[in-house]
C-alpha cells in the first residue's frame, strides 16, 4: 500500500501560482509512474500531467501545456506540479496518484492508476 499526500493547494487570483506537493510517506514512490488529476464540481475526474518513475517522460494536459510544470525529487520521495498562470477554469480538487504500470502509452488515463491522494483544493479567482 502506498499512502499519497498532496499539499500546496490554495486560493490564488488569476494569472497568478501554485506548486503542489505529493509526498509518499512511508514508502518510495521512485519505481512508480506518478500523475496529477483534478476534479471540478459536477464534473468528471480528468488527466492534468503525467511523469514516468524515470522521469524522462511526461504528459500534459493541452490545456496546461506551457502553463504547468511535473516533477520529482527523488532525494525527498515527492512529486510537484508548478502552476503558473492560473485560470479560474484550472479551480478544482487536485488528486495525486501512483501507478505500478510503468509503460508511458497509457499515463494520460485514470485506469493504471493504483494509488490516490486525498486531494487538494485549488481556488483560482478572476
Known amino acids: 500500500q502506498v499512502q499519497l499526500v498532496e499539499s500546496g493547494g490554495g486560493l490564488v487570483q488569476a494569472g497568478g501560482s501554485l506548486r503542489l506537493s505529493c509526498a509518499g510517506p512511508?514508502?518510495?514512490?521512485?519505481?512508480?509512474?506518478m500523475g496529477w488529476f483534478r476534479q471540478a464540481p459536477g464534473k468528471e475526474r480528468e488527466f492534468v500531467a503525467a511523469i514516468s518513475w524515470s522521469g524522462r517522460s511526461t504528459a500534459y494536459e493541452d490545456s496546461v501545456k506551457g502553463r504547468f510544470t511535473i516533477s520529482r525529487d527523488y532525494a525527498k520521495n515527492t512529486m510537484y506540479l508548478q502552476m503558473n498562470s492560473l485560470k479560474p477554469e484550472d479551480t478544482a480538487v487536485y488528486y495525486c496518484?501512483?501507478?505500478?504500470?510503468?509503460?508511458?502509452?497509457?499515463?494520460?488515463?485514470?485506469?493504471?492508476?493504483?494509488?490516490w491522494g486525498q486531494g487538494t483544493q485549488v481556488t483560482v479567482s478572476s
Open positions: 496518484a501512483a501507478s505500478r504500470d510503468t509503460s508511458t502509452s497509457r499515463m494520460a488515463s485514470t485506469k493504471p492508476y493504483d494509488y
Open positions: 512511508g514508502r518510495t514512490i521512485s519505481t512508480y509512474n
